[in-house]
């Protein structure tokens, strides 16, 4: 059982930035997927970011594209989110999640994703 655990929420002016971090219990030298996903109340989730944990292949949702950066140390068993120019709308939910063994990570759909953090709360104001 792999165990995900989020840190770094917190609250932001519109414009700013924040760094989310995520604790992994497996270890990343193998052909697995890490991504980070996000949830506003009513709304679906959707996927912001993943990355291949060897090879550190990136993949991002067009919004984000040139704003946000994912990042994975394999020493550390962690991911990360860089948010740069965060935007009100901006405000959710952040999860990170993980697959292993996977053939690709050009993937941001929640059901490709096995395991689940608890989240961490992002909140951007105007």
């Known amino acids: 059982q792999v165990q995900l655990v989020e840190s770094g929420g917190g609250s932001v002016q519109a414009g700013g930035s924040l760094r989310l971090s995520c604790s992994v219990s497996?270890?990343?030298?193998?052909?697995?997927?890490l991504a980070w996903f996000r949830q506003a109340p009513g709304k679906e989730r959707e996927g912001v970011a993943s990355i291949y944990t060897r090879l550190g292949y990136t993949y991002y949702d067009d919004p984000v594209k040139g704003r946000f950066t994912i990042s994975r140390d394999n020493a550390k068993r962690a991911l990360y989110l860089q948010m740069d120019s965060l935007k009100p709308e901006e405000t959710d939910i952040y999860y990170c999640a993980a697959r292993l063994w996977a053939v690709t990570c050009q993937q941001l759909a929640d059901n490709w994703y096995n395991y689940w953090g608890q989240g961490t709360q992002v909140t951007v104001s105007s």
């Open positions: 497996e270890r990343l030298t193998g052909d697995h997927c």
